[in-house]
């Protein structure tokens, strides 16, 4: 039995390589944790639509869950139950597109959450 409960671990610069691949290291690691019984998710800026690609690309089919969009969304991946998501108001994001139309950021991205 692991003295931790829970592992979340964050992608990019974190368990990704360079070029954005899983080392086998990382797999194995994650794995083995979860063989004693560790709850290991990713908690990620990415959608969860990026998550499950990310997820089925390194054979992670048994993880559960995952926090997406930097902590506003949390999902259990199989049932597709949301846990929690803190959902921008609408008026409050018509306000930030104004500011943002507003500047020439045609590179900008602006999923908001």
């Not at 899983?22 to 063989?35: D, T």
């Not at 991946?77 to 943002?100: C, G, M, P, S």
């Amino acid at each position: 039995m692991s003295m931790y409960k829970a592992i979340l671990c964050d992608l990019d610069g974190t368990l990704l390589t360079n070029d954005k691949k899983m080392s086998k290291e990382n797999i194995n690691a994650v794995h083995s944790a979860m063989e004693n019984g560790v709850l290991f998710a990713v908690s990620s800026g990415r959608s969860n639509m990026s998550l499950d690609v990310i997820y089925e690309k390194n054979g992670f089919t048994d993880i559960d869950h995952y926090i997406c969009y930097n902590g506003g969304k949390a999902c259990n991946r199989k049932t597709k139950e949301i846990l929690f998501e803190y959902l921008l108001e609408q008026q409050l994001t018509r306000a930030i597109l104004d500011i943002v139309k507003k500047y020439d950021c045609a590179d900008c991205n602006t999923m908001l959450y």
